[in-house]
């Protein structure tokens, strides 16, 4: 992921979930109801799920972009790289 602005919106949303955990921990310290503190879990999750679809979405771009100016081989190397980060990242999801 080498765009900048790229960068900076994933370390957005990051910062942005490391708040949310916190608030959780929180929550969780306090007492509060299980079902809001699931709530807010599930809030994390989507987070999580829609920050990785940024990063595959900005590696794909990285990758295929970098791919046209590679021999065969690389090309080749390159794919099964990303096909390995997606079935990593599908088998979170």
């Known amino acids: 992921m080498e765009e900048p ?11 942005k979930i490391e708040g949310q955990v916190r608030g959780i921990q929180r929550m969780i310290e306090q007492g509060v109801a ?5 709530t ?6 989507g987070a999580m799920k829609k920050t990785g679809m940024a990063i595959v979405q900005a590696y794909m771009e ?11 081989a690389r090309k080749e190397e390159a794919m ?4 390995r980060a997606i ?5 979170w999801v």
């Open 5 to 15: 602005r790229e960068k900076k919106e994933v370390l957005s949303r990051l910062k």
């Open 40 to 45: 807010q879990v599930a809030a994390v999750t």
């Open 62 to 72: 990285e990758c295929i972009s970098k791919s046209r100016e590679e021999p065969m």
């Open 34 to 38: 299980c079902a809001d503190v699931l």
């Open 80 to 83: 099964r790289d990303f096909q």
């Open 87 to 91: 079935s990593r990242y599908m088998d």
